[in-house]
């Protein structure tokens, strides 16, 4: 069964009932329903399987887009309404999108041809984050999600009414969530842009069993906004690892709330998942049952490159024709002798120091455990002797001294040629707009110094 026929069944069994509660905006299932079937009218003038941007930033009206050209037989591509008008173009041009629904709810025809071929189940087209170029486009099928969804409700074992997810729909999760929410006849509560207390506000006034679905940054804000949590259950949290320190403050915040930490990625899904903290400190849990791994291009200590393939994978990028059994996840792995997955980082972040492989990450969840940091990164800087050196940039209330991080460090078993060479103290992190630390942009930040930096500092 598609996406659409699951959705329109809930529209059945439903009908008055809220489908989504977005900041101060709600609305039923039915009229959903019967406001998407009438966009639906203004899109019959294109074919089916044609491929239709919707750049659109309330998460309301782009659901009755989204619905609307799914009911022509057609492919959503869900574009990043908050991208400039020059990127927005860019990725049209580059995959041939020959529709786009702007954030006024324009349609505006593009003359181009489509060249790329498309499998016959895809559901939508998404976007990589793109931190280091233009976004790749990946083709999510409606089976995949499907079994997504089976999992997921383990993990919920079958409760919660509400279904929270406060990020960006232009990012897999959100866009995830609310998909699942519509599909199982939940009502999903999100909004435009994330303001925890306002949150806070919205969940209080719908007196219902919820679950949410969120980003390390939003958990943090949560916490120090002092949020009550009252009828939430369960919290999924993924996009960075929680510290155990973290982890204790939210427990003892929150004791009535499963805190459940999953690994995943947009074209992959869900990889792995760590309830209450149960898990080992330095893994990110067990693996979902039906989710295999390779590790490529292993060192002597068992790291590699990690290689996915699952149900719930997505059917590639478009443009790229060769068969995607195995999806490059792009993080350096192993698995430990409880079978649960280590991470180490992503491929790009790994710094070679006097010729030494050093794994920012890891060392970044050993500087979290230390009461005085909230958050921390660890960029490299050029140098002429050992090629380059781990600088640890980090927020919290209080200085750190080099030397109390050494030798907390060196007690944690960090070798002496892993430990940062420079300790700086900041402000403030700089995000994506999914809520993660941009490292990115904090490496080009401190690199460039100037303007932004001083701002950080």
Known sequence: MTILKRIEEQVHNKQSFKAMYVDDFAISYMDLWNESKKLSHE???????????IAQEHPIIFMKWYLAVLMNKQIPCVIDATSSDERIDELLLTYKIQVLIDNQSNIKSIDI?????MPKDILHIGFTSGTTGLPKAYMRNHSSWVKSFEYNELLLNHKSDVLVAPGPHAHSLSLYVLIYALCTGRCFMGQSKFDALLLNQTMKNMPSTQTLFIVPTMLFSLMNNKCELKYVERIFSSGAKLSRNVFQKFKQQYEHVNLIEFFGSSEASFISYNMNGNASIDSVGKLFPNVKIKLKDKSKDGIGRLYVKSEMTFSGYIGDVSEVEWINIGDWASINEQGELCLYGRESDRLIIGGKNVYPELIEQKVLSMNEVDEAIIVSE?????????????KGANRLSYLNVKNKLLNDGVSRYEIPSKIIQ???MIYTTSGKIARQKMKQAYEEGGEIWNQLL
């Open 43 to 53: 899109l019959r003038q294109f074919s089916e399987g044609t491929k239709i941007g």
């Open 382 to 394: 050029a140098h002429n002797k050992f090629g380059e050196v781990g600088v640890l940039i980090y």
């Open 426 to 428: 900041v402000r403030k």
């Open 113 to 117: 041809e489509d060249q790329f071929f």
